[in-house]
């Protein structure tokens, strides 16, 4: 535990520890320490020599009797007529989750896309992918109501029942990726000379704490930040949303800033965003919905520089029907008034 007692000259010390969900114990080779309580809840340390005691309380060990994968307990430690309170914090330790690096961007990125009726646009898409990432994998998730054929080469082509929605979708193209980052991408846009996934990876790397890194869309970098009002339990609280506003820099990187949502162009390092996931109750129109999921979870910048282009916008009344229909403002705002308990949402 690493604790001490700072104390004036007296004839004898004496100081006591307890806790109520573990026991407690110390390595006592000192003929001049006498201990009582080993392997119990409360252990009792005495000795005339203030350093031995030290000594021995930089080891205190203490072990969980009740079995919790995350929980915490509260140790006493007292001297004479102090006392002081500190809480211990118990975990069971996760199996760490590494992904082979391997030679290349190939390896550390998949490019990830949900389609629905628009192959034109996905075949542009996929088309200035290979001009600058021949070799990259390309997973595609499509709940098109009459699935096409969608072949080349490194690509995996994952057909959803018809309209299942946007989200659903994003959950089975996340789903498939093995590589330590995805990129996400829409399906009308289109890679150019200032599209470079390894920018992305670069600050990724440097910073390990990052989970999401956006760029823009043919210089819209559309970010913001969230503010959370947990408000009482009774009424639910508030949540606002900021357009471009950062909370701080990115330290290092010039044009880079911490934020709470970006546009849908990220790299994200995949078991992150699979621990926060995509609500498949939002079908059509969803995007800030996935950042509050990740609030306090996931840690995002924004970078400016970092681009993708977006194809020129067609007129497509079978796509633009399907969108209006499933796009239920007040289902929306209800479904997260319950979900996020919350009695106000401002955008």
Known sequence: MGLALHADKRA???VSLSVQKGVLSVNNDLKRVQVDGLDQNTLTIS???????????????????????????????????????????????????????????????????????RYAELKVLIKSIRRFYPDI????????????????????????????GWFAGRNLA???????????????????????????????????????????VDGNQFYFSLMYDVGDENEGGCMSR????AHSPLPGFDGCYLVDGVVNFFLARTDAVRRVGFDPFLKRVAHTEFFIDGLGALMVATCKGFSVGHQKRKKFPEYNKY???MNDEKGKLAHHFFKNHLKCIEY
């Open 174 to 216: 996340i789903s498939q990726v093995t590589s330590k980052y995805f990129l996400w991408v829409d399906d009308d846009y289109v890679f150019n000379g200032k599209t470079r996934i390894e920018s992305f990876v670069e600050v990724m790397e440097a910073v390990p704490e990052l989970d999401v890194l956006g760029g823009d």
């Open 242 to 245: 900021f357009f471009m506003k």
């Open 47 to 117: 000795s005339t020599c203030l350093d031995l005691i030290n000594h021995l309380l930089s080891g205190v060990m203490y072990n969980s009797t009740v079995y919790h994968i995350r929980t915490s307990d509260m140790v006493s430690f007292s001297f004479e007529d102090y006392e002081a309170i500190f809480p211990i914090t118990v975990r069971r330790p996760s199996v760490p989750v590494l992904y082979d690096p391997g030679e290349d961007i190939n390896s550390l990125v998949t490019i990830a896309t949900k389609t629905f009726l």
């Open 12 to 14: 004898k010390y004496k």
């Open 137 to 164: 994998k390309i997973i595609v998730a499509d709940d098109s109501l009459n699935p096409e054929n969608v072949s080349g080469t490194n690509i995996e082509h994952y057909i959803m029942p018809p309209a299942q």
């Open 323 to 325: 969108r209006r229909l």
